[in-house]
């Protein structure tokens, strides 16, 4: 029997590409990733923290020893932690409490790599929730830890078009 391939990996730094994109602009559009009203918080972000869960239902017999179950609905949390406090803050900036918008996640391509066509990402559908400034910690950096509410269903795998 032959022995399986050992598949490549992809570290996360610098291949993972996230940009902010406003309400009324096409997240799936690379015009409007490159377009002025487009945020890049690649760089901005110390942490992006995506979850999601599905609930269980319970499908019980009469006479089955055993319970079944079926797929529920789906939750999806997202929180963000960045830093702020300096003239060029982007993130504090954009994500601004009650901002809507859509976040684009870019994986496995590096991030110096233009937007373009084809390429596939992952959009988020947001607004963004009260910004909630991190206790000061020694030797360490001014951050915000803010969640950021999904408002329409999330759409992965997705290519960008023209």
Not at 69 to 85: L, M, N
Not at 90 to 98: C, D, R, W
Not at 151 to 161: I, K, N, Q, W
């Amino acid at each position: 029997m032959a022995q399986e391939l050992v598949p490549q990996s992809v570290a996360y730094d610098d291949n993972l590409r996230i940009a902010f994109v406003p309400e009324g602009s096409d997240p799936k559009s690379v015009a409007s990733l490159t377009g002025p009203t487009a945020k890049d918080l690649t760089y901005s972000l110390k942490a992006f923290t995506r979850t999601i869960t599905e609930a269980v239902i319970d499908d019980p017999r009469l006479t089955l020893k055993q319970t079944l179950q079926k797929r529920g609905k789906v939750s999806e949390t997202v929180e963000v932690q960045y830093v702020f406090g300096a003239t060029d803050d982007v993130a504090a900036t954009v994500l601004t409490e009650g901002v809507k918008g859509a976040v684009d996640l870019r994986y496995s391509i590096p991030n110096e790599t233009d937007w373009t066509a084809a390429q596939v990402v992952d959009i988020l559908h947001i607004e963004c929730g009260k910004q909630r400034k991190d206790a000061p910690t020694e030797n360490g950096v001014q951050t915000i830890t803010q969640t950021l509410y999904v408002t329409a269903p999330s759409e992965d795998d997705v290519a960008l078009v023209a």
